[in-house]
């Protein structure tokens, strides 16, 4: 029943029939959590074999003849870091290796903007009353976290099919020398799924911002992380960049995080050359280096791009039945009703799911009464608020298999309790 035009005697007999499924569901006492984008314990599992790979002081040598355990080489392995600048597209000498969280990069590198400013700036970007980053939204939480944490003002940008809506960055970052920098994942962006087009990488690749400091913080999060064979591809940044002679404006980011460990990868940043060292410059001052005991781990586990994308495709195979679960409990529990709106995304890791506008926290609250967590709503947006209050993000990857449909299910039970409620203000 498509429920925006039906008749109040249709929608109560509907609503009926919806709460006394709700309430059936809250009968069960269930317990479920859908709420992070972490990896299960299969895919954990997957590079088991890294973690003993390294067994004598001898297999801690590089290529060279190195000795990983010891200080030296700050910007990583040079065959760890050749791999990876093969995946991301850029040279030797534009990728950096850290941690194991490129969030943690990605938040150093704004400390260092606000504390000291990048190589362009005229001042520190905390020596401003106020500085102002551009948040496509719904985005990432923890970028918009950091922005909030360190006092910098957000700027809501909607998210179109095509990425972030270009014509209002590009008007925004002309006029304004407080806007200082901009978040994008490019490729199955969290949470919409929509990777951006190669007119809209052009167009970031080409920007002209009154900040002669402006940075494009690229979280190519989910580069290699598809579903199909037939997936999306992302243009290159770098190498438009290249061309248009800003290369200095974009550093762009990927980990490990999703491809061996969570919670023990390597994460690496690509820019210009001129970039690369300016960070290694600014960072020997930080520290020594980063776990490059890890770094060889990673490389002999891997050995080669193939290695790397033959992980990834045994990550699709956990993955997608998830997915694909999750989609079709959707199809089918919102129907004809015209209350969802949803793409079936090709990869990473989340689904986003638009419900009736107004309905996003009732939806959540009525989840979270029968048992099922999702994620904040607001999360998703800048200082934690849907203007509209629509959106769920829906991260099917840390669910159990056989539980993906059931929930899926409810969360179309209580969309749809929540939208009835709603029309027929209950
Ligand atoms: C867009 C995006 N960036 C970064 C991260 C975190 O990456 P890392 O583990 O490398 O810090 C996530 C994790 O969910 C993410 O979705």
Redesign the pocket.
Known sequence: MYYLDASKEALNEEYALVKKEWDDVKAKGLSLDMS???PEKRQLDLCGEMMTILKTPEDCKNENGFDVRNYGLPTGIPELKRLFAAVMGVGEKEIFTGG???????YNLIVDGMAIGFPESEKPWGKYDKIRFLCPAPG?D??FGICQHLGIEMITIPMLPTGPDMNMIEKLVSEDETIKGIWC?PKY??PTGITFSDETVRRFASLSPKAKDFKIFW?N??LVHDLYDEHDRVLNIHEEAKKTGKGNMIFS??????ITL?GG?V?FVASSEENIAWITKTLSLEGLGYDKVNQLRHMRYFKNVEGVYAVMKKHADILRPKFESVLKEFNQGFGDTGIARYIAPKG???ISLNVLPGTAKRTWALAKEIGVTLTNVGATFPYGIDPQDENLRIAPSNVLPEDAADIAHYVTVCARLAALEKLLEK
């Open positions: 992070r984008g972490k194991n969280s490129s969030l943690n990069f990605m990432y923890r970028h994942v962006s969290n979280d999060a989910y980011f990927m980990s490990t995080s999703k969570a990868g994460c990473g890791y989340f």
